[in-house]
């Protein structure tokens, strides 16, 4: 039986039979010139893609729209919340006015409900930690984007599609600072 001579045994002894051999071409040297045109386009479009993100102004317009809905629901849940105090003290010195027990079960009934409003309000926590998250993950996408770009070397700005007139004015709620906006005292000019 002959022994088997492994590779680094042969590179660390010397051969007198060991020939140099020209390289055989691999398969990624045999490529057509077709294969190289598919890669280029796609680093082309993924350029394209990647510049479409970058310039992307609705990512921090989003982040902008989480951040106002939970200050939305912070001030809407403190008002609620100020209604109910309000409802449980007034049920509070009518129960201890009245005498009979109708009336001290009426009053009761008003001090539950007034209790579950209290429970129910909790969704404004759960859901504005919710919404951090996806503004974190949001965060976390955009500083990716920017990332990619360096690694390219740097995104043209794509060129943008015209908004529809109508586009233009879909676009809901304003944010702080937004403008374009009518406000109260526009819309009490128009009808006096």
Known sequence: MQRKVFRVEQML??????????????????????????????????????????HDTRLPRLRE?????????????QKILGCAEAIDE????????????????????VLDLVTRIYEASNFQDIAGQRISKA?????????QIGQLCDIWGGVPSPQRA???????LLNGPKLAGDGGHADQSDIDRMFS
């Open 135 to 143: 503004m974190a993950a949001l965060t976390a996408i955009e500083q």
């Open 162 to 168: 015209a908004i529809t007139t109508e586009a233009a």
């Open 65 to 77: 729209e989480l951040g106002a809905a939970i200050a939305g629901m912070a001030d809407a849940t």
């Open 13 to 54: 002894t010397p051969s007198r039979s060991r020939q140099r051999t020209a390289p055989q071409p691999t398969t990624a040297s045999k490529a057509a010139p077709h294969d190289l045109d598919v890669v280029r386009d796609t680093i082309r479009r993924s350029e394209a893609e990647l510049a479409s993100l970058y």
């Open 90 to 109: 007034k049920a509070r010195a009518l129960s201890s006015q009245i005498k009979g027990d109708f009336g001290r079960g009426l009053t009761q009934d």
